[in-house]
C-alpha cells in the first residue's frame, strides 16, 4: 500500500488548525500535528487515528522559541517521513494600542507569525521540488488586505506578510509541481477572541460577517492544488466584498473607513 502523503500543520490543537487537521485525515493525509497543548493534540490525533486510519506525529512546540522550527523538522525526520503539505496557521493577536504593550510580547508575535512561518518553509521545500509535488498555505486573513486598524497593531501587517510571501513562492516555484496558498479568511468562529480578550466586543457583530471555521477550511482544501488557483484566497461572499471594496475604493477613503470601523473589532485605549 502507498505511503499516504504527510500534512504538517502548526496551531493544530483547536479552530482553524484542528479542522484542517479533521478534513485533511479524511482526505487521505498522515498527519504531524504541533502546538503548544499536548493534551488536545494527543485527543485530536487518537480520534483522527481511530476514524480515518491515518498516522498522527504530535510534536508538542511552542513556536514563540526559536529553535521550535528546526526541532519540528527533526522530529519528522526521525520519523522517516517527508512533509507533502505544511499548513502555517499557528497565529494569534495582541490587544491594545501598540505603546501600551510589551515589546517582548510584540517579539515573540514576530518569531510566531514571521520568523517561524519563514523558517518552516524555508526548510520543507528543498523536498517538496525535489518530489515535485506538494505545497504550502499559509492562513493569512482578510485584514492583511485592507488598511491595517487600530490595535492588535502588528496583526494586519503580518498578515500582509503572509500574503506578499506566498505570491513570491507561488511564483519561484510555479514549474515545480508546488501549490502555494494564502488563505485570508475574515471573521471565524473560534477560540481566537476569546484567547485575544476580545470576545466582547466582537460578539455584537451581525451573524453575516462570521463563518464557520471547518467551512473556511472546505474552501482552501477545495481550491488547493487545483489548475489555475489563484494564490490569494478569499472565503465567503461577505469577505470578498470587503477585499473588493477596499481595493476599489480611493486610498484616502478605505482608510479612513477603517480607522472609524476599529474600535468595533479591535481593543483601543
Not at 10 to 16: F, V, Y
Not at 112 to 130: C, F, K
Not at 166 to 174: G, Q, T
Request: hydrophobic share 45%; glycine share 8%; aromatic share 8%.
Amino acid at each position: 500500500m502507498a505511503e499516504r502523503p504527510l500534512a504538517l500543520i502548526t496551531g493544530a490543537s483547536a479552530g482553524i488548525g484542528a479542522d484542517y487537521a479533521r478534513q485533511m485525515a479524511a482526505a487521505g493525509y498522515d498527519l504531524a500535528l504541533t502546538a503548544r497543548r499536548r493534551e488536545r493534540l494527543d485527543s485530536l490525533a487518537e480520534q483522527l487515528a481511530s476514524e480515518h486510519g491515518c498516522e498522527c506525529l504530535v510534536i508538542p512546540a511552542d513556536l514563540a522559541d526559536p529553535a521550535a522550527p528546526s526541532q519540528i523538522c527533526a522530529a519528522i525526520a526521525d520519523s522517516k517521513r517527508a512533509v507533502n503539505v505544511l499548513v502555517n496557521n499557528a497565529g494569534y493577536a495582541i490587544a491594545g494600542v501598540y505603546h501600551q504593550t510589551e515589546w517582548d510580547d510584540q517579539a515573540r508575535f514576530l518569531q510566531v507569525m514571521v520568523t517561524a512561518v519563514a523558517e518552516l518553509s524555508h526548510r520543507l521545500l528543498p523536498g517538496m521540488r525535489e518530489s515535485g509535488s506538494g505545497g504550502i498555505i499559509n492562513v493569512a486573513s482578510l485584514a492583511g488586505i485592507v488598511p491595517g486598524s487600530s490595535g492588535h497593531t502588528l496583526y494586519a501587517a503580518v498578515k500582509s506578510f503572509m500574503i506578499s510571501f506566498s505570491e513570491s513562492l507561488a511564483m519561484e516555484n510555479a514549474n515545480r509541481g508546488i501549490c502555494i496558498q494564502a488563505l485570508c479568511p475574515g471573521f471565524t468562529y473560534s477560540e481566537f477572541h476569546d484567547v485575544v480578550g476580545t470576545r466582547d466586543i466582537v460578539s455584537k457583530m451581525p451573524d453575516y460577517m462570521w463563518m464557520k471555521a471547518d467551512e473556511v477550511v472546505r474552501i482552501s482544501l477545495d481550491r488547493f492544488g487545483k489548475p489555475g488557483a489563484a494564490v490569494m484566497l478569499v472565503p465567503g461572499r461577505f469577505n470578498r466584498f470587503i477585499a473588493m471594496l477596499s481595493r476599489k475604493l480611493p486610498y484616502r477613503a478605505a482608510f479612513a473607513l477603517v480607522r472609524k470601523r476599529s474600535g468595533d473589532f479591535r481593543r483601543q485605549e
